[in-house]
């Protein structure tokens, strides 16, 4: 999906928006994108339709047997049913996509209180998305995958609903300064938290 950033007179812009990759081009390229003109099982329960239908994303990790049953059940004949299942590398690379949407967000929250708190931000010296990943894989404690105060576990995955479970925080170790990268530590939740009660 791309968010249509800027149209000019001879070229529209667009944003990728998981990896912020900015594309400007000419008006006659949009004939390489369309609407994707589909429906949502749950817009559709409870209709029969007669005409063949695909069903999308069966065996990824946030649909389960109640979604796939309703999506088979409005066809009123089985042969018209086709399933289309994604590969291991693009469940894969949704995946990462997710975990690094999430990230991207926690950090665009940090730099939403650091403006609020008047902290002075400095683009090229801020954390993002690379740097957590980076600190994960070369933090003291066993690879990077364990707090360095309590020695607990970081956890980041993605459970059973798509929802992204994770307990790892950005800890500003000068709380009058920003998230900057040499003012920042990993830190568990529950150790953030018993910090700034002190």
Same mark, same amino acid.
Request: net charge negative; charged share 20%; proline share 3%.
């Given at each position: +999906?791309?968010?249509?950033?800027?149209? %000019?007179?001879? $070229?529209? =812009?667009?944003?990728?928006?998981? *990896?912020?990759?900015?594309?400007?081009?000419?008006?006659?390229?949009?004939?390489?994108?369309? !609407?994707?003109? #589909?429906? $949502?099982? @749950?817009?559709?329960?409870? !209709? $029969?339709?007669?005409?063949?239908?695909?069903?999308?994303?069966? %065996?990824?990790?946030?649909?389960?047997?109640?979604?796939?049953?309703?999506?088979? =059940?409005?066809?009123?004949?089985?042969?018209?049913? %086709?399933?289309?299942?994604?590969?291991?590398?693009?469940?894969?690379?949704?995946?990462?996509?997710? +975990?690094?949407?999430?990230?991207?967000? /926690?950090?665009?929250?940090?730099?939403?209180?650091? /403006? /609020?708190?008047?902290?002075?931000?400095?683009?090229?010296?801020?954390? %993002?998305?690379?740097?957590?990943?980076?600190?994960?894989? $070369?933090?003291?404690? &066993?690879?990077?995958?364990?707090?360095?105060? #309590?020695?607990?576990?970081? *956890?980041?995955?993605?459970?059973? /609903?798509? =929802?992204?479970?994770?307990?790892?925080?950005?800890?500003?170790?000068?709380?009058? !300064? &920003? @998230?900057?990268?040499?003012? &920042?530590?990993? +830190? #568990?939740?529950?150790?953030?938290?018993?910090?700034? &009660?002190?």
């Amino acid at each position: +999906m791309y968010i249509i950033t800027a149209l %000019n007179a001879e $070229t529209f =812009t667009i944003l990728e928006p998981c *990896e912020e990759t900015i594309i400007c081009l000419p008006y006659s390229m949009l004939s390489y994108f369309g !609407l994707p003109y #589909c429906f $949502t099982v @749950h817009s559709i329960q409870g !209709l $029969t339709i007669n005409e063949p239908i695909t069903i999308f994303d069966a %065996n990824t990790n946030y649909l389960d047997r109640r979604f796939i049953w309703t999506a088979i =059940t409005r066809a009123s004949d089985l042969n018209n049913v %086709n399933i289309f299942l994604q590969s291991d590398y693009e469940i894969s690379r949704s995946r990462n996509s997710h +975990m690094n949407l999430y990230f991207k967000q /926690k950090v665009d929250q940090y730099k939403q209180q650091d /403006k /609020k708190a008047h902290r002075d931000i400095v683009e090229d010296e801020y954390i %993002n998305m690379d740097w957590i990943y980076e600190q994960l894989n $070369t933090h003291p404690f &066993c690879g990077g995958h364990h707090d360095i105060v #309590c020695g607990e576990p970081f *956890e980041y995955y993605i459970d059973e /609903k798509n =929802t992204v479970v994770s307990n790892v925080t950005c800890d500003r170790l000068n709380n009058n !300064l &920003c @998230h900057s990268k040499l003012n &920042c530590q990993l +830190m #568990c939740v529950d150790c953030n938290k018993a910090k700034s &009660c002190y």
